[in-house]
């Protein structure tokens, strides 16, 4: 069975601090996906990263793949309180199937 | 675009009751697409995935069955209804070109 696991669970920061997400696999995943969640709405998407060592900006928030494709980190830069949300990782496996995994996600809370 | 219609958006029912959810898909064809359940605050368990019509594979053995009987509908269903059923449900489709997952606004459901 292939597991997304997401660390930390919680995070609870002041604006302006920098923080990094991980997501972590023993499995490889043909491309991993980052969510964010508001509460009672569904999942948006953030990015996507597909190659092994690839990494993605999205103004404050930098994404890494892994190289062996098995991990993925999410750094934020000078969070702001608009940053508060669930973060979620999610992984379509790379053994030709259609499941898209997701992990336990990031609780993350930014303070003024 | 591809959109997701999920409804209702909140349910109650009592224990021993039967559920149906629907899901339908706008704006792609031949849609894989993925029922979740959501803990609160919690990330997203697979219940049940489709790649075609009549296809399901279920990922968790529980009180819920689900049924694809068109190529943009996905139903969600149980002959009764458990305490431990209730959660935020989420349906999610993924366009085969792409490997992104698009979501309805979710369900939330409370079995009393």
């Known amino acids: 069975t292939q597991l997304l696991e997401q660390s930390p669970q919680f995070l609870s920061i002041q604006e302006g601090e920098n923080l990094t997400v991980y997501c972590n696999s023993s499995?490889?995943?043909?491309?991993l996906q980052w969510y964010r969640q508001e509460p009672g709405e569904g999942p948006v998407l953030l990015v996507t990263?597909?190659?092994?060592?690839e990494v993605k900006k999205l103004k404050r928030l930098t994404f890494q793949f892994g190289d062996a494709r098995k991990d993925s980190s999410l750094h934020i830069t000078a969070a702001q309180p608009g940053d508060t949300g669930l973060y979620l990782c999610?992984?379509?496996?790379?053994?030709?199937?259609?499941?898209?995994?997701f992990g336990a996600g990031t609780r993350l809370a930014v303070h003024p | 675009s591809q959109t997701i219609h999920q409804w209702p958006a909140t349910l109650v029912q009592p224990v021993g009751s039967p559920l149906s959810l629907e899901c339908t898909v706008e704006?792609?064809?031949?849609?894989?697409l993925y029922w979740y359940r959501q803990a609160a605050g919690r990330g997203l368990q697979l219940l049940f995935y489709?790649?075609?019509?009549?296809?399901i594979s279920s990922e968790v053995p529980q009180n819920l069955s689900a049924s694809r009987p068109q190529d943009r509908q996905f139903i969600l269903s149980s002959k009764k209804l458990l305490l431990s059923d209730s959660g935020f449900y989420l349906c999610?489709?993924?366009?085969?070109?792409?490997?992104?997952?698009?979501f309805g606004q979710g369900t939330r459901l409370t079995v009393v």
């Open positions: 999610a992984g379509m496996s790379a053994g030709g199937y259609n499941k898209l995994i």
């Open positions: 499995s490889v995943f043909s491309s």
């Open positions: 990263v597909v190659t092994g060592g």
């Open positions: 704006g792609t064809s031949n849609p894989n």
């Open positions: 489709s790649v075609g019509i009549g296809q």
């Open positions: 999610a489709g993924r366009d085969g070109l792409n490997t992104e997952a698009f």
